[in-house]
């Protein structure tokens, strides 16, 4: 199967080097021939002499452009063969109307997590989109991390909980680690201790027996130090700022 990559920036990167893991023929197009050149170079791939070059070699295309550019680039191409979109905001819908609604289309949702092949990625299909197609679908995502097949009304949802959430993670990271360097440890210590602590702890919560509320009943003594520390971040508000911040994020998706 010869897979066609229409844009390749950070997300498409970490995506192929997944692929190249499996049988696929991989070749792409970036926003010039020069970058075609330079890119396919760099990730050791083929490039195409254009988009419409591309799709016209190709078995299944996957579109790596932001979606400020979709309508932009797509307009003037034809489309024939399956497309996968991973854009934030661009419904299966909006995506037939820009490339071709008979076509089967498909959306996914991954994270940064791909370049460590451990993506947590969203699929949704249009009624186009035949089992064996789904299947390949998932061979694709499976091949960068794990695959949630989801209805796509729960897509911006998704978005925010595994598309955005590396983010705001790394964040209450660097928020611990910064604490640490106010009470005198180096800033590389410090992100090391929080960073495998992050680590083990969503391993504990994700194999179980445990949910987050009985670990932190686990760690909380009576009149101890981490309640202490634990009613501080409540007093704050942390569980409203982080349910507002997805709130905010899925609105942005929406109005995208
Ligand atoms: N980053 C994430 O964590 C994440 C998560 C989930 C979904 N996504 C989705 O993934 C997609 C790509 O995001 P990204 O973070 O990978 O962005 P990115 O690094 O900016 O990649 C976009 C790529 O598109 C290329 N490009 C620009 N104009 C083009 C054109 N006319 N034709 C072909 N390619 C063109 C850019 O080329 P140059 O390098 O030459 O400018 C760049 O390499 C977006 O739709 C985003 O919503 C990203």
Redesign the pocket.
């Known amino acids: 199967m010869r897979i066609g990559f ?8 970490a995506i192929i080097t997944g692929l190249k893991t499996t049988e696929h023929d991989l070749i792409i ?4 021939l020069a ?1 075609s050149q330079e ?1 396919a170079e760099q990730l050791n791939v083929s490039f195409a002499q254009s ?1 419409q070059d591309l799709i016209d070699q190709s078995d299944i295309i996957i ?5 400020q ?1 979709f309508e ?2 797509l307009s003037p191409l034809t489309f024939k063969q399956p497309v996968i ?6 419904t299966l819908d909006r995506l037939g109307q820009l490339t071709n609604p008979e076509l089967p289309l498909i959306r996914i ?4 997590n791909a370049q460590l092949l451990a993506s947590t990625t969203a699929i949704s299909t249009n009624d186009k989109v035949t089992p064996d197609l789904l299947d390949l679908t998932k061979e694709i995502c499976n091949s960068f991390g794990t695959t949630f097949e989801i209805a796509e009304k729960d897509f911006d949802t998704f ?1 925010a909980l595994a ?2 959430s ?1 983010a705001y993670i790394a964040l209450f990271i660097e928020a611990l680690a910064k604490a640490g360097v106010k009470n005198g440890f180096p800033k590389s210590l410090a992100l090391n201790i929080v960073a495998q602590t992050v680590q083990s702890t969503a391993q504990t919560i994700w194999s179980g027996p445990d949910s987050p509320h009985e670990l932190i009943d686990k760690i909380c003594s009576p009149g101890g130090t981490t309640i202490a520390g634990l009613m501080e971040l409540e007093r704050l508000g942390l569980t409203h700022a982080t349910s507002s911040a997805i709130d905010k994020t899925i609105e942005k998706a929406k109005n995208l």
């Open positions: 229409i844009g390749v920036g950070k997300m498409a990167s197009s970036g926003a010039s970058r890119i988009h579109l790596g452009i932001k979606p550019l932009a680039v979109s991973m854009a934030a905001g661009i949702m991954p994270n940064i978005t598309g955005s590396p």
